[in-house]
């Protein structure tokens, strides 16, 4: 859905001479509470659909899936793919004591890790998304219930899902960390590593940014509205 306008922000901030192609299955988002195999059945579907775009790389901006099935969707396509991962594990071995908000599904992947409190959250990304559309501000105290009555403190909260991005300031103003650690960060940093010999340092024109799919005009105003005009 609405959730990878965080990653596509922050990849058009920071790569130049770049055409992006973004596509928001508003359909079927959120992804957090769906089985893996009826995940795979619709990602199967999307990634037929974009291949009559002749990309050169796809950026899978949806923590869900990047954990869920991204070998899966390495192996089913011909280009390179960046997943959107948290780095939990990187600062779980820091030693802060940190909190992890993500979906369901991805939850699953990193309960146990040390440091790390794991809340998984069953419908803050769909609000975020009908809030965003519909334009309504997102009750967290709700969501965070849990954390709220424990009164504990953080280090850092990872954003395990790319909802959450587009919030992160009231999340930040909710939980009051000392830092908030996005996952889009780290696909920039993967992104940079291949295009860091390219022309994509050298600013000659504005990135040509296409939205498409059955939602992309409500997707694209909304990307204008909330992301790029923040």
Same mark, same amino acid.
């Given at each position: 859905?609405?959730?990878?306008?965080?990653?596509?922000?922050?990849?058009?901030?920071?790569?130049?001479?770049?055409?992006?192609? +973004?596509?928001?299955?508003?359909?079927?988002?959120? +992804?957090?509470?769906?089985?893996?195999?009826?995940?795979?059945?619709?990602?199967?579907?999307?990634?037929?659909?974009?291949?009559?775009?002749?990309?050169?790389?796809?950026? &899978?901006?949806?923590? $869900?899936?990047? &954990? $869920?099935?991204?070998?899966?969707?390495?192996?089913?396509?011909?280009?390179?793919?960046?997943? $959107?991962?948290?780095?939990?594990?990187?600062?779980?071995?820091?030693?802060?004591?940190?909190?992890?908000?993500?979906? &369901?599904?991805?939850?699953?992947? +990193?309960?146990?890790?040390?440091?790390?409190?794991?809340?998984?959250?069953?419908?803050?990304? +769909?609000?975020?998304?009908?809030?965003?559309?519909?334009?309504?501000?997102?009750?967290?105290?709700?969501?965070?219930?849990?954390?709220?009555?424990?009164?504990?403190?953080?280090?850092?909260?990872?954003?395990?899902?790319?909802?959450?991005?587009?919030?992160?300031?009231?999340?930040?103003?909710?939980?009051?960390?000392?830092?908030?650690?996005?996952?889009?960060?780290?696909?920039?940093?993967?992104?940079?590593?291949?295009?860091?010999?390219?022309?994509?340092?050298?600013?000659?024109?504005?990135?040509?940014?296409?939205?498409?799919?059955?939602?992309?005009?409500?997707?694209?105003?909304?990307?204008?509205?909330? &992301?790029?005009?923040?």
């Amino acid at each position: 859905g609405i959730g990878g306008l965080s990653v596509l922000a922050k990849l058009n901030e920071n790569l130049f001479n770049t055409k992006f192609v +973004y596509f928001g299955d508003s359909e079927n988002a959120p +992804y957090g509470n769906r089985g893996v195999e009826e995940l795979w059945s619709i990602t199967i579907s999307n990634l037929v659909y974009l291949n009559q775009f002749n990309l050169d790389a796809l950026v &899978v901006a949806c923590n $869900t899936l990047s &954990v $869920t099935l991204y070998d899966r969707i390495k192996d089913f396509s011909s280009i390179e793919v960046y997943p $959107t991962l948290p780095p939990v594990e990187s600062v779980s071995s820091s030693g802060e004591r940190t909190l992890l908000l993500s979906t &369901v599904n991805t939850a699953k992947k +990193y309960l146990g890790c040390p440091n790390v409190k794991v809340l998984g959250l069953k419908r803050l990304a +769909y609000e975020i998304e009908m809030g965003l559309t519909k334009g309504y501000k997102v009750d967290l105290s709700r969501h965070l219930s849990a954390i709220n009555s424990s009164n504990e403190r953080f280090s850092s909260v990872i954003l395990g899902c790319t909802h959450y991005e587009l919030i992160k300031n009231e999340i930040f103003d909710h939980l009051k960390p000392n830092k908030i650690i996005c996952a889009s960060d780290l696909v920039l940093n993967n992104v940079n590593k291949t295009f860091k010999k390219s022309n994509r340092y050298i600013k000659t024109n504005e990135n040509e940014v296409a939205f498409i799919g059955k939602h992309a005009k409500k997707i694209e105003k909304l990307y204008k509205k909330v &992301v790029k005009d923040a």
